[in-house]
């Protein structure tokens, strides 16, 4: 079975990425800004708005990092958003999520501007990504079609199964693999028979959330497996959704967690920023 090596796949995107970032910033005199929001002080998410603002610095973007306290007003976030919304030197708004519960994340996701939304989790953008004519995409389907395209994974008239429906992963992901020709199936906690379904598929997406909930039976010989899941063991370790080496006997080709999708992440919201660095310029020349 080939491992997907989502590592391998990150740095050959960076390494465009920051290539791409360099030209910007001498065209421009300005580097691609991002700006992250972290509400509270979630261990987790600390450790993620860390990694985002090491990746910035990694590809020479402008990093804005604005620690809040967890009984923030929601007013008081929503003005930061209105006033980075302002800003031309940021291009990407991104507040670290889940929010504390005194605070309404759909007002905050409708108060990003668009433009400068690079989660992709603005309703204009999920509209955008059904139409097919999008500039974002969240970050982790976007990686794991990268991945896909990398190893070169045929995807057109091909039967993938997404199990998970969720609006940051299985949803945009079902559409995704859609757009490229798929012959799409979403599963979910309410499927009935899922292994049926799942040994249907030639690329088979996981993203349930549940430790090792994938095993050779539910999967086709030969088919490629894409593991979104991370979960931690009550000893610490972090394990996927797939059992990989249950499903190593079968697969063709299996992306690892760790090491799979989950670098992939980080480095697809470099991209959306970038990319919407280079739209807010095109849109300044144009007049
Ligand atoms: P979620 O909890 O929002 O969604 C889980 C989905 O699994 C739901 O749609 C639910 O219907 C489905 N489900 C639950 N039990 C099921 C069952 N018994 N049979 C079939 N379907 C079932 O989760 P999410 O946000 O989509 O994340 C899924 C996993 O991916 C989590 O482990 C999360 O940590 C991980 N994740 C990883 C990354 C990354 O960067 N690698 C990013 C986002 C999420």
Known sequence: MIRLDGKEVSLSVRTEIKREAEAFTQAHGYPPGLAVILVGDDPASSVYVRNKEKACVEMGFLSRKYELPADTKQADLLALIDTLNRDPRIHGILVQLPLPKTIDENAVILAIDPDKDVDAFHPANVGR???????????????????????????????????????????????????????????????????????????????????????????????????????????????????????????SAATPVPGGVGPMTITMLMRNTLTAAKRTAERKNQG
Not at 149 to 157: D, E, S
Not at 165 to 191: F, W, Y
Not at 212 to 226: E, L, Q, R, S
């Open 129 to 251: 990504i059904v139409e097919g004519n999008y500039s974002f995409v969240p970050c982790t389907p976007a990686g794991i079609m990268e991945i896909l395209k990398y190893y070169r994974i045929p995807i057109a008239g091909k039967r993938c199964v997404i199990i998970g429906r969720s609006n940051i992963v299985g949803k945009p992901m079902a559409l995704l693999l859609l757009e490229q020709d798929g012959t799409v199936t979403v599963c979910h906690s309410k499927t009935e028979n899922l292994t049926e379904i799942t040994r249907t598929a030639d690329i088979l997406v996981v993203a349930v959330g549940r430790a090792k909930f994938v095993n050779a039976d539910m999967v086709k010989p030969g088919a490629v497996v894409i593991d979104v899941g991370i979960n931690r063991t009550p000893d610490g370790k972090v394990v996927g959704d797939v059992d990989y080496e249950s499903i190593s006997l079968v697969a």
